[in-house]
């Protein structure tokens, strides 16, 4: 009596596992398939993929996909850049399909990016991409993490920046067609030679946090074609709902909004709360940013300016091509 009553839930995990075992086979098949139908999709669109093998792997936690060496090349339409790093890897949980984190391992190299010849390689001690679909297959949210970032130059002009100690995104588009996006990005480092050489040594070569939270209205308008003009005349705004920077001598927050004008060029305000304005007043003087005929009209208008725990409020826009802080114009941008 005592055996059969052991029988019984023995028999019943087993089939279990059995069942579960048959599940992640037909599944793992799928995945595969998945995969490459996936390949097949982009080669047809005239990209070359080429792989030292798949694998799928991770029972009985995980669904884990292997790509050995993979190796891309554009299109001439889309740049006809070369990637290639030494391993790719998505896992995904056996309940939830729709969720999958994609891991990068080995160096990163990119080459033909800018211009034929040039390289890049890219090295990270953690790098990974959050990809989470809806029912249609539509990327719904999307997050990822760099820690480490270290970018090298083989070839080719350098990229502005040389590293970042950490990076992390995460976006999610909304019902009412609102992409909602966060940035936070730590010890930014400028590559050699794209900073002035007044604004390094006034702000320094790396700003300790760099942090963004926005929001995008009519981001179908804009997804659809990358056509700025488009997403305007659609009535898109970009809302800066918070964001900060922490760079030498300027602690600034901020919130605004933009758009863009007939020319294209960015269109806006953003109300800046700065801890220490005569600081960055000083700084802005020493990097040539502000003309010293300015310096003046700009400490008057710190000082004349509504205080509170944060700061001094300023504002800060963009119109008709010119940029400036308070009622000092700093520069202007090209159409």
Do not use: C, K
């Amino acid at each position: 009596m005592t055996r059969s009553r052991l029988i019984w839930p023995i028999g019943g995990i087993v089939l279990l596992l059995v069942l579960y075992s048959a599940y992640w086979i037909y599944a793992g098949t799928r995945i595969r398939a998945g995969v490459e139908g996936w390949i097949a999709e982009q080669e047809a669109a005239g990209y070359t993929i080429e792989h030292a093998g798949i694998g799928v792997g991770g029972y009985p936690y995980r669904f884990s996909i292997h790509i050995d060496n993979p190796r891309f090349r554009a299109p001439d339409s889309d740049g006809g850049w070369f990637a290639h790093l030494t391993a790719l890897r998505a896992n995904a949980m056996p309940h939830d399909f729709s969720h999958w984190i994609v891991a990068f391992g080995g160096p990163f190299f990119l080459e033909d990016y800018t211009e034929p010849g040039s390289a890049l390689e890219l090295n990270a001690t953690d790098a990974r991409i959050s990809l989470v679909y809806d029912e249609n297959g539509d990327t719904e949210r999307v997050g990822a993490e760099l820690r480490d970032l270290d970018i090298t130059t083989h070839a080719g002009l350098p990229p502005d920046i040389r590293s970042i100690e950490e990076l992390l995104l995460s976006g999610l588009v909304e019902d009412d067609d609102r992409l909602r996006l966060r940035v936070t990005a730590r010890g930014v480092t400028a590559a050699a030679g794209v900073l002035d050489r007044q604004v390094e040594n006034a702000f320094g070569g790396t700003a300790h946090i760099a942090r963004v939270d926005l929001e995008v209205t009519q981001w179908s308008a804009l997804a659809r074609g990358a056509n700025a003009l488009a997403w305007r005349d659609a009535g898109g705004v970009l809302h800066i709902a918070e964001s900060e920077l922490e760079w030498g001598p300027a602690h600034i927050t901020g919130t605004g909004d933009f758009t863009i004008d007939a020319l294209a060029r960015p269109d806006g305000r953003l109300s800046l709360r700065i801890t220490d304005p005569d600081a960055l007043a000083d700084a802005l003087v020493e990097a040539g940013v502000v003309p010293q005929e300015n310096e003046q009209a700009l400490r008057l208008a710190a000082m004349l300016a509504p205080r509170g725990p944060e700061g001094v409020s300023l504002p800060f826009r963009i119109h008709d091509g010119g940029i400036y802080l308070g009622p000092v114009r700093l520069g202007g941008i090209d159409g």
